[in-house]
């Protein structure tokens, strides 16, 4: 069974949106009132940042909050 890592598909996801919206890291914290070093711990899956940044994230980015947060299926037999 492969482990699933929340952290890394939390930072790929916020990667993803960032691209989209052409926002780098210095952008992202100034708009959303957070830390370089706080964006940089989420992008390096270091850290996964409250509900209430992943609210901010997700209005600065445009996105909904699922397209940040991931998403599994838990398979059971």
Request: aromatic share 6%; glycine share 2%.
């Amino acid at each position: 069974m492969t482990e699933y890592n929340f952290l890394e598909e939390f930072s790929e996801n916020l990667k993803d949106m960032m691209k989209q919206q052409n926002m780098d890291t210095n952008d992202l914290a100034h708009k959303t009132g957070l830390s370089n070093m706080s964006i940089n711990r989420y992008l390096n899956a270091k850290h996964m940042p409250s509900a209430k940044s992943i609210v901010n994230l997700s209005i600065v980015l445009d996105c909904e909050i699922d397209d940040l947060i991931p998403v599994y299926n838990i398979i059971t037999d």
